[in-house]
Structures are given as structure tokens and as C-alpha cells.
């Protein structure tokens, strides 16, 4: 079983403080890593993905990921209220079309 | 770029009746699309695998006679939800694939359906 594990959560950061969201999965043949946000009652949407070792940053967004360790995180730094919502981590399959989802972090910014 | 349109948002219908989703690539060639179910509190649920031209793949436990899924054109899927019973109010959300095998793309949703059985 192909399996994407992260903390339920809520993480609750003050807001302006860093949230750190992180991910573990099974799967080695799983190339990239996706990172969504959905808010209550909407679809998820695409915040950003990575497939290389290390860092990659998309604005107050840092994904990190860790094949070694088969371990993947984001980082919101200067979170504010609006970043609360439900993250989701997905790993792709090894035809690299579909995903393997986390249960998601409930990330709470308290203002 | 990248959008999805998926409609209709919300449907409320009797028990018994059917019902049919509908889910576009709008910018893209989706070489695949997704069906996910998602119940309160819960994460997505596949429910189906669909590529243009082909049957369906169905995840184990979602019946492929209630959940008829067709997939006409590289831009447009169907999830078509027969006969419908309270117990199959959910949320029902696609994705689009736009890459091809090994190319590891994201996929990208619709803003989802969400439907209530009377």
C-alpha cells in the first residue's frame, strides 16, 4: 500500500510567524511532490510541486523535499488569517500521472 | 493558464433521479482525468481513472454501473451518477492531467460539484 502520511493537525501559528507543514511517504518510485490548498468547501487548488532534492521557493512558499529520508514539507512564512485552510501532500506514481494524498494539515492563522 | 471548468457547481435532486457531471480541460489537452469524492472532514477519494478513448479504471469498492464515467475528447470528461440515493451526497471534484506518462505535471482541478439527494 502506496501511502502519504501527514499530521491532521490543526497547526495554529500566530499570524506573520512561519507554518511548517510536513509529509512523509512510501512510495520510492514517487518522483514529484505536490503541495495543494483547499479551503472549506472548495477543490483543491495547486500551491507548488518539486522533484529534486532540496529546496525550492515560489514566493512566501518554500517546499523541501528529502528522498533519502522519503520526506517532504512546506514552509508559509509571514502566514497571515487567509492562509488557513486544509494542505494537502500528494506523491505521483511512477508514470507520473497520478496522485497519492495525504489526509491533509489543518493550518490555523490566528490574527 | 491550466483551468479546469467544472459544472455543475451544485445539484439538488430526488432519489432515483440521474445525474451527469461535466468536466473540461479549457487551456490544455488533458491525456487523462480524475473523478474524486470527498465526504465532510475527509480527504479526496479516487474514484475513477478515465483517458480519452478508453473505459474507465475504477478504484476497488466504486461500482462502474452507478458511476458512468465517458471521456469523448481530450478536453472533456463525464461522470454521470445513476439513479442517485441520499447516500451519494458528496462533493465530486475532477482533475486534468495535462502531461504525458513520465512527465510528472501536476494535476489540476475543477472548482467541483457538490450534490445533495433528496
Redesign the interface.
Known amino acids: 500500500q502506496k501511502e502519504v502520511e501527514q499530521n491532521s493537525g490543526p497547526l495554529s501559528v500566530p499570524e506573520g510567524a512561519i507554518a511548517s507543514l510536513n509529509c512523509t511517504y512510501s512510495d520510492r518510485g514517487s518522483?514529484?511532490f505536490?503541495w495543494?490548498r483547499q479551503y472549506s468547501?472548495?477543490?483543491?487548488?495547486?500551491i507548488m510541486?518539486i522533484?529534486s532534492n532540496g529546496d525550492k521557493e515560489d514566493g512566501r512558499f518554500t517546499a523541501q523535499l528529502n528522498k533519502a529520508s522519503q520526506y517532504v514539507s512546506l514552509l508559509i512564512r509571514d502566514s497571515q488569517p487567509s492562509d488557513s485552510a486544509t494542505y494537502?501532500c500528494a506523491g505521483?506514481n511512477n508514470?507520473?500521472?497520478?496522485?497519492t494524498?495525504?489526509?491533509?494539515t489543518r493550518l490555523m492563522v490566528k490574527p | 493558464g491550466a483551468v479546469v471548468s467544472?459544472h455543475p457547481s451544485w445539484v439538488i435532486c430526488k432519489s432515483g433521479t440521474s445525474v451527469k457531471i461535466e468536466c473540461r480541460s479549457l487551456d490544455f489537452q488533458a491525456?487523462?482525468m480524475?473523478w474524486y469524492r470527498q465526504f465532510p472532514k475527509q480527504?479526496?477519494m479516487?474514484m475513477a481513472?478515465s483517458n480519452e478513448g478508453s473505459k474507465a479504471t475504477y478504484e476497488q469498492g466504486v461500482e462502474k454501473d452507478k458511476f458512468l464515467i465517458n471521456h469523448a475528447s481530450l478536453t472533456l470528461s463525464t461522470l454521470t451518477v445513476t439513479s442517485a440515493h441520499p447516500e451519494d451526497s458528496s462533493?465530486y471534484?475532477c482533475s486534468a492531467?495535462p502531461?504525458g506518462?513520465?512527465?510528472?505535471?501536476?494535476?489540476?482541478?475543477?472548482?467541483?460539484t457538490?450534490l445533495s439527494i433528496l
Open positions: 518522483q514529484s505536490f495543494y468547501g472548495k477543490s483543491p487548488e495547486l510541486f522533484y494537502l505521483n508514470a507520473g500521472n497520478m496522485l494524498f495525504g489526509g491533509g | 467544472q491525456t487523462t480524475f480527504s479526496l479516487l481513472t462533493f471534484i492531467y502531461g506518462v513520465y512527465s510528472n505535471q501536476p494535476q489540476h482541478f475543477g472548482d467541483g457538490r
